[in-house]
């Protein structure tokens, strides 16, 4: 199984931005969905996280301008980040928890993609 990530780019500060994490391969069903976040130097930190109920669970630092959503039957994972500011500037990765068609749950990594917000 396999995580694509889409959508970074270079924004100003103010700006908006959406990432999309697509699933592929042989899947029976993804349970938790999330965006995690690595500045240059730091450890990956969580973003955010969306239960396949679509219960949600933000950090501190992006609540009221980040928001996570899932939709395609629950697979693709969605971010829309407005009010963006450069200490939201790193590599944007997604993950999933993943049940396989012969039943193994896997965690996944997409291949990140990088966000860089000017100020």
């Known amino acids: 199984v396999q995580l694509q990530a889409f959508g970074g780019g270079l924004v100003q500060a103010g700006g908006s931005l959406r990432l999309s994490c697509v699933p592929s391969g042989s899947i029976f069903r993804i349970g938790v969905m999330g965006w995690y976040r690595q500045a240059p130097g730091e450890q990956r930190d969580v973003v955010a996280t969306?239960?396949?109920?679509?219960?949600?669970n933000y950090a501190d630092s992006v609540k009221g301008r980040f928001t996570i959503s899932r939709d395609n039957g629950g697979n693709t994972v969605y971010l829309q980040m407005n009010s963006l500011e450069s200490e939201d500037t790193g590599v944007y990765y997604c993950?999933?928890?993943?049940?396989?068609?012969?039943?193994?749950?896997?965690?996944?990594w997409g291949q990140g993609t990088q966000v860089t917000v000017s100020s």
């Open positions: 993950s999933a928890f993943i049940t396989t068609m012969i039943r193994q749950t896997v965690r996944a």
């Open positions: 969306i239960t396949s109920g679509g219960n949600t």
